[in-house]
């Protein structure tokens, strides 16, 4: 890499540390607010479906530590112990916050089941209406930001931080329309059935988000899309005939791409080293935060080493 393209990617690097860390604080401010606002809300209105929204906030304040945590860590340079560097860290606070969002839907579910045997009025509605609106407008806004934040990112732990902040949208549209329900005409079961309607949206916000998890931690390819992308600039290079043994993963922001170039056996080795610079030169500028390893195989020697289960994927 150039000292220009290196330069140009440490500056990109240092943006996008400013954002992540931006997005983290205000995730942990909007949440610790709304954990003040809906625990009164819940003394006064006696809602499970309002404790259902309360501990999903109180979930948030923890998960968005945790991401803040992960993320300082994941932009850490590689070290002598960590040669790839240190992006799995927010695969880990992405699993972290699927065992949190699986694990609160728990506890308001055995509540809402509870109450549906047992339903009990819900006090000072209004109330607890106008603290569900503020709770909109404020999450809101810091999903607004997030989605800014991860067009320039691709951060998964920002990711799942604002899903769960779009259930928490959810929840609270659904919470006052279990309020007014049941302050206004007295039907007092649709306050535990939103609840258990909520739980059933936290298990699969916290499977999407455990799912793509796993699979940076399991090495998974990139997306087809991405890597159809390496093949055609790789193919685009003058001099490469064809391209196989294409590998790639992701880990935190960082991508790891491998692709074997095959080129005419006559080149020199200075020709075909320039080629397969070039190459990887323009893998990098298409997809930043990237580490790319080209090798060059004579045109016509058989070295693919797909395995045969994923024959149509890796070449």
């Known amino acids: 890499m150039t000292e220009e393209n290196l330069n140009a990617e440490l500056k ?20 610790s607010t709304l954990i003040v606002a809906k625990l009164a809300a819940w003394f006064a209105t006696g809602s499970v479906s309002m404790l259902s929204s309360l501990v999903d906030s109180m979930l948030d304040v923890v998960a968005s ?31 972290g916050q699927a065992a949190f969002i699986a694990g609160s839907g728990l506890f308001v579910l055995m509540e809402g089941l509870g109450r549906l045997y047992n339903p009990q009025p819900v006090e000072h509605g209004i109330w607890g209406i106008a603290v569900m609106v503020v709770s909109m407008i404020l999450t809101g806004g810091l999903v607004t930001f997030q989605k800014y934040v991860m067009r320039r990112s691709n951060s998964l732990a920002i990711n799942a931080d604002s899903f769960h902040y779009q259930i928490d949208l959810i929840t609270n549209a659904a919470v006052i329309g279990s309020l007014a329900v049941s302050a206004w005409f007295g039907l007092h079961y649709v306050d535990p059935l939103v609840a258990v309607g909520i739980v059933a949206y936290m298990a699969y916000g916290s499977w999407g988000i455990g799912r793509d998890a796993i699979d940076q931690l399991m090495d998974h390819e990139l997306p087809d899309a991405d890597r159809a992308s390496i093949r055609e600039i790789a193919l685009a290079e003058p001099g490469v005939k064809s391209v196989h043994d294409l590998r790639t993963r992701a880990a935190g922001p ?42 060059q195989d004579p045109e016509g020697v058989d070295e693919r080493r797909d395995l045969p289960a994923a024959a149509g994927q890796n070449r």
């Open 12 to 31: 990109s690097r240092d943006r996008q540390m400013s954002l992540l860390r931006l997005a983290t604080y205000a995730s942990v401010a909007v949440a």
């Open 65 to 95: 530590v945790i991401n803040l945590l992960a993320v300082r860590h994941a932009f850490q340079p590689a070290d002598r112990e960590h040669r790839f560097g240190h992006g799995k860290a927010e695969a880990l606070a992405g699993l």
């Open 254 to 295: 960082n991508r790891f791409i491998q692709v074997h170039l095959e080129m005419d056996r006559n080149l020199s080795l200075i020709e075909a080293h320039e080629i397969s610079d070039q190459v990887m030169y323009n893998i990098e500028a298409a997809f930043p935060n990237s580490e790319v390893l080209v090798h």
